[in-house]
């Protein structure tokens, strides 16, 4: 193993990990959000034949992008501590399931 | 032997794309967990080959979920015209139409537009860690921990939109289109 590949340190993999949960959680609220108000629904239609999946998907890989390339910027060099990232990550990636099943919108929205 | 535009993308679509990615998880998986609990025994060969396998799955994500949502989704939800009652051409309302399969839409339809582009995130994350770091993932425990974790909700976040686009493709399929005749037949 070379010495230069030896000396990455863990930030640049931190960040595109959490990014990751961010962009999950991200779709997840959107949805949720989408389902909870109609308005809001209609403000995501980007495309008409798509409706508004079009909006929730696009604004949820923005952010991912643009979390990633934040958090990319902060920790290029830096070495983090990567459970506290881990637990982060898959917290938000748990939200993002949990907000994406309809069953769970009708907890708290009530049978669709 | 004739097939329809429409029979044709929503074939690409989950048989071209999506299963092939549903399938390449299984090496992926297993690899990525070789290397979770014995990491020095992948050579660096092992780790590009790793990498670039990671890779055509990314590709293999992005076109499901854009063919799907894009090309496909629009004909499922496309509402038809008044005063049609014949409604097999519009999957969406056809599911509705009685409470018998309104639920394959309500649940079904609702959780894989959704869940499926969970899928090209994690595993997107996945390559880009497993490119960046090869050999060097050695070191960071937590870091393959990660990678393996998201993998795995990538191949859950597939199975829910594979298994439900089987479903719903049963009970009430995209139709219509441009024919294609494939071959002509002897009677």
């Known amino acids: 193993m070379s010495q230069a590949v030896d000396k990455i340190p863990n930030g640049p993999g931190a960040a595109a990990i959490l990014g990751a949960g961010i962009g999950c959680a991200m779709l997840g609220i959107l949805a949720f959000a989408a389902e909870a108000s109609r308005p809001f629904a209609d403000m995501l239609n980007f495309y008409n034949p798509v409706g508004p999946l079009s909006g929730k998907t696009t604004i949820a890989i923005i952010v991912w992008l643009a979390a990633w390339f934040v958090l990319s910027r902060f920790w290029k060099n830096k070495t983090v501590v990567m459970a506290t990232v881990n637990v982060a990550a898959f917290i938000l990636l748990g939200i993002g399931f949990l907000l994406t099943f309809p069953p769970f919108w009708a907890v708290f929205l009530g049978a669709r | ?187």
Do not use: C
């Open chain 2, 1 to 187: 032997m004739e097939i329809t535009t429409r029979d044709f993308f929503t074939v690409l679509h989950g048989m071209g794309f999506g299963a092939l990615f549903m399938l390449a998880f299984s090496g992926a998986i297993v690899e990525l967990y070789r290397i979770s609990v014995a990491p020095t025994q992948m050579s660096a060969k092992g780790q590009q080959l790793l990498g670039l396998y990671l890779v055509a799955m990314v590709f293999l994500a992005w076109l499901t979920v854009l063919t799907g949502t894009y090309q496909i989704y629009p004909w499922y939800r496309a509402v038809p015209p008044t005063g049609v009652v014949e409604l097999s051409e519009y999957p969406r309302r056809l599911l509705l139409s009685s409470g018998k399969t309104s639920q394959w839409h309500n649940i079904g339809m609702e959780w894989k537009e959704h869940a499926g582009w969970l899928a090209p995130i994690a595993i997107t994350m996945a390559a880009y860690v497993t490119m960046k770091y090869r050999q060097a993932i050695v070191q960071h425990r937590n870091m393959r921990i990660a990678v393996l974790a998201f993998t795995v909700a990538a191949f859950v976040a597939t199975g829910i939109a594979g298994s439900f686009g089987a479903f719903l493709n049963k009970y009430a399929p995209v139709k219509g289109g441009q024919v294609i005749i494939l071959m002509e037949g002897g009677k």
